[in-house]
């Protein structure tokens, strides 16, 4: 299993959640995206993830990058991880002071299904960065969300590897 992992807004190759999943998964593989218009990140998530589509994925997700994993699940009927997830950055993103047409432009990647394939979702308890409801309303009765200690930044990185190690099966 190849696990592909989608940063948060502003996350990169230094991401702690990055390098904790390489360290134990050593066939892991980050995209890195556009994170102001989602016309490009689409396109460039499009193009990485192509190159994998051969291959049994597990999408993993945190934040921004939870929108674009679920996005790219669903799309492509693939396993996903999202953690803490934004489903709604165009209201999420505004702390950013990113333009009106760059936060509408998210409006058109948001899917109102929810994943078919096996989903887990990890939700920090003390959240103050995303709004959890979209995700609670959305997959409600569709998978039992695990909780966190902490802030928006995961630091309970065990509850993730377990939540790997279920999708395996």
């Known amino acids: 299993m190849k696990i592909i992992y989608f940063p948060g807004f502003g996350g990169n190759q230094n991401s702690e959640t990055y390098r904790k999943l390489i360290e134990k998964y050593k066939n892991s593989e980050i995209v890195i995206y556009d994170n102001i218009n989602a016309d490009y990140a689409f396109m460039e998530i499009q193009t990485q993830i192509q190159n994998y589509l051969s291959e049994n994925l597990l999408l993993i997700g945190q934040s921004l990058g939870g929108f674009w994993a679920e996005h790219f ?97």
Request: proline share 4%; hydrophobic share 30%; aromatic share 10%.
């Open 73 to 169: 699940a669903i799309k492509y009927d693939l396993n996903v991880i999202l953690i803490n997830p934004s489903l709604e950055p165009h209201e999420s993103l505004k702390k950013y002071d990113l333009s009106d047409d760059n936060l509408r432009s998210f409006k058109k990647f948001k899917l109102k299904e929810s994943s078919k394939k096996k989903t887990s979702i990890i939700l920090s308890k003390n959240d103050t960065v995303v709004n959890p409801k979209p995700v609670l309303e959305k997959y409600k009765s569709l998978v039992d969300f695990k909780y966190v200690e902490g802030d928006h930044k995961l630091t309970e990185y065990e509850t993730l590897f377990e939540e790997i190690e279920k999708m395996k099966f």
